[in-house]
DNA sequence: TTGTAAGCGTTATCAC
DNA sequence: GTGATAACGCTTACAA
């Protein structure tokens, strides 16, 4: 016997399908006798049932997916395990899918909500600008969590929430220039980026602008390309390079934490230190930001508050108790070690 | 039309489903103009196969699956490239499943395999002790990566990868020692623990008895069951303990790098320095222990090479090439800032 | 309470 | 080259 089916077990117990099929899925309708008696030839042989046979006839499965873009993103993390406690409170299950950088998450989406018969969908990450005519063939709720929206989009068609990229990345350039900073370095993303690194930029130029700081363009580095983006390497790589470069300056924006802790490297090794010599400030909120020497003034994420609004909102989006909401939620400035007035 | 199957694409093209198929799969008999019409009507429909339907119908699919015990692992981040990279070359597709800390992964993969026809599986992260009455439910090949093997277990039946966790942690102890340490404490697992924590401790033991030094069970701390385990959290928290304990000791050892993290920053908040007061060591290699300030002494595991050598061998496994193989990496201790002989 | 049989959307087998 | 048609392993009316 090859791989053993529901068929067999009905054989090996002397009852038809359906009853097996009602003892392992709890249906009511089956003696507890049976049942028992069922399961324990389940148990001895092994049975398990073929997903994609259950899949395939199923109408619905209490089932949403994560679909996560950069999984490697620590943020994630502390988000992910509250999608799966909130999901597992309304007895659903949750998947979890990773999309690759140059992968479309629409696509990957439409197959498995086909493949799976989800529910509702989260979309974690990334950015998002896809034509409406694509969305069309998503047939179930979703909701765009912690995606910079840099274009207008349609408010009845999307859900979404997520902290405004814009808003507080001028509320930390605001604080540099508070400190009195004037020569303000920003690690930012390429300039063709149409996601939070965007938004987060022209938090940066904006704040400059208000403070009446005339924009110096050599102070705008991008992460490079060939190194994975916003991780330390590219901040430490990124930070060898301004140094170098002689270009002078007193504070150093990095746009997620990840690449200030490369930065503050960069500086430790020109021989310089931080807040004296640079102040340092970093974005996202990561445990890093607090557990570095010194420890990095940020703008903290409110991640399991996002993650549990996302949810919610999914819910209330499948159970029809809503069109479609949006919550921004406020970030926390964190001022700490990594930052200080300029003398 | 609710959602569109093949049979519709079929009927929209005048042609049988088997024609439809063979245009979407690549077959050779099927006439280029035929594939052509039947791909644009397609597109135009925004037709998207069922997979559970594939699933269910193919007798066999190139795919492997990676299950991920503890995906929040930075360490595996760097693994889980390669593993995607090298199962391309393959032109086989891979799917990543994580797997909870309470689930069984042999149970997971089970399903896994029936579900989605697999190859082949690795076995990321984790301890591993299953019945060989369980194991044998798994038909398909599959090979352990960087899981700590604690028991003996039949070199014939599993395959594996990893570094000798021993060893590298005996070779990080007798560093230490060879520094002039001699009150050396430790940043263990539980004592229940049967998996990488276990054996790290082990070499710890190991290396103070052949130095001759005697072991202090007041320098063993165990992570805390209410943080997570290995993070820069539960390295703060415990270390915290250990200094207020007033036990005294010159270099502290965490069995991984976001443990010594968070040893660090308890150490600076107790306005001690490090390595000047204590010497701080970790494992793992991880960015982190690069870019922290003062960068962190660690036992740098080969992740690339680990990673390669599992797909290499659970392709060897697949194609009968091999039967079992075990392959042992060394690690490098890297002698770095966060550690000092003692004066 | 239980069993029979009709699909679910594919792919594989075969005949044309 | 192409098209019926029979599986794949399961769930679910419907019948008993």
Redesign the interface.
Known sequence: MD?ITIKDIANLCGVGVTTVSRAINNHPDISEDTKQMILQVIKEN?Y?P????R??KRSASKTIAVLIKG??N?FF?RM?QVFEQETQKKKYSCI?Q?VDENQDEIDVA??LE???RLKGIVFLGGYFSHSKEKLD?L?IPFVLSTIGLTQEVDQDVYSWVSVDDFQESYKMTDYLCGLGHKKIAIISAGMDDESIGKLRYEGYRKALEHHGIKFNPNLVRCMKDDIESY???NG?AVTRELLQSGEEFTALYAISDSLA??A??AI?EAGKSVPEDYSVAGFDGL??S?????SITTIRQPAEKIAKETIRILFDLIHKKTASEHRIFAAQLMARDSTKPLK
Chains 1, 2 share one sequence.
């Open positions: 791989t092994h398990v073929n997903n994609s046979a899949n395939l999984i490697t620590p993390n992910l979890l990773r439409i197959e086909k493949e799976k063939q047939t991780s330390m390497e430490y802790v490369g503050c490297k430790f445990d890093i607090f557990y570095y020497n010194p």
